[in-house]
């Protein structure tokens, strides 16, 4: 396309979008849910046919040189489109939010004020790698009665066709309207460039992906943006905790998968219990081959240890998300100096700790500034699937509006309602 034909193709997107938003507002809550079981059973009719065209897509992006954890974000396995199905099912069996009215009071005039949730209306999804995230904003799209306009990378552009033919299908057979999502059919960059600046028709953009396209978004955007633009997460181990359970909970945070924004990137060990565990940790990252990147203490602790890939911690180290087998590594005094450290460097995005002492736990979740935070569980469940919202459309980092997972009610606001009898005011 020339770039007349992007601002033409761009503004018949909105314009459709805009449309949709109004019928996708007043679906009753069983058209919603009609829509997202068929989907769901369209994702499971569908499995083979949908890794034919992944196959394409990571041939591609093999030959093309991309990075393997970043080839492993696109590939739509069984397990992966077996948990959209399941994500599709979950939000079909939530209640409906859509036309809820909160916090009515009686006010001394007479009137009764409170507010209604109601669907934003249209939101633009700009994301890269992961095809399966086409099924969650679609599906959070459908349920929480919004309208939207999804831009995958280019990296998956056959997947996420593919995955956008069984929603328009699944939204026929609902009878929704068939612009309710809409996936944009070119690869050309200039087609986001138009969507974050389009407020007569996009009412909220989201990126998901990299920090350069968040920036890039972030920077640009004529529409508001939620966002977040990294993944630094830490897992403290504090003194006193269960080491067996420490060792497993920070083994899954960070190898389960190394590649998520909820990976454990840091990990903090209290000094009581360095001497304990971290040979223990050190063992088990030196099997997986895990890099341990830490303190000149933290070395000397893990010399010892058969096969252990070591290097010296950086600055800079303390503030990476590396997305890899690498984790930084310090030994802190404790909660407090843990809780310090997660404040300076953390992205805001998900901290833990395992600890068996209470008042120390409580102290972590009041005050570690992030958008999740865990105490003796896994920073790789900060996810929406695994909080219950049926899927995510991503994870904020802002406070203002959503922060953390971004289900059904972040993609809503509230409006005022007064009821009244006839009352004026005097």
Known sequence: MNALNIAEYSHALGVQAKAASALMAKAPAAIKNKALKALARLLRESVDALQVDNARDLERARAAGLPEPMVDRLKLTPKVLETCAEGCEQLAAMPDIIGEILGMKQQPSGIRVGQMRVPIGVFGMIYE??????????????????????????????SNKALALLVSRALAEAGLPEHGVQLVQTTDREVVGQIIAMPDYVDVIIPRGGKGLIERISRDARVPVIKHL????????????????????????????????????????????????????????????????????????????????????????????????????????????????????????????????????????????????MVNASTRFADGFEYGLGAEIGISTDKFHARGPVGIEGLTSLKWVVLGEGEIRS
Not at 148 to 157: F, H, K, P, T
């Open 230 to 373: 990294d993944g630094n997460c830490h897992t403290y181990v504090d003194d006193p905790c269960d080491i067996a359970m420490a060792v497993r909970v920070t083994e899954n945070a960070k190898t389960q998968k190394y590649s998520p924004c909820n990976a454990s990137e840091s990990l903090l060990v209290a000094r009581g219990v360095a001497a304990e565990f971290l040979p223990r940790i050190g063992a088990v990252f030196a099997a997986k081959g895990v890099e341990m990147r830490g303190t000149p203490e933290v070395l000397d602790i893990l010399k010892p240890v058969a096969g252990a890939t070591l290097a010296l911690a950086t600055e800079a180290d303390w503030s990476e998300e590396y997305l890899a087998p690498i984790i930084s590594v310090k030994i802190v005094e404790g909660v407090d100096e843990a809780i310090a450290h997660i404040n300076k460097y953390s992205s805001h995005h998900t901290d833990a700790i395992i600890t068996t002492n209470h008042m120390h736990a409580q102290t972590f979740l009041r005050e570690v500034d992030s958008a999740s935070v």
């Open 129 to 158: 790698s992961r095809p399966n995230v086409t099924i969650e904003a679609a599906s959070l799209s459908i349920k929480s009665g919004n309208a939207c306009i999804l831009r995958g990378g280019s990296e998956a552009i056959d």
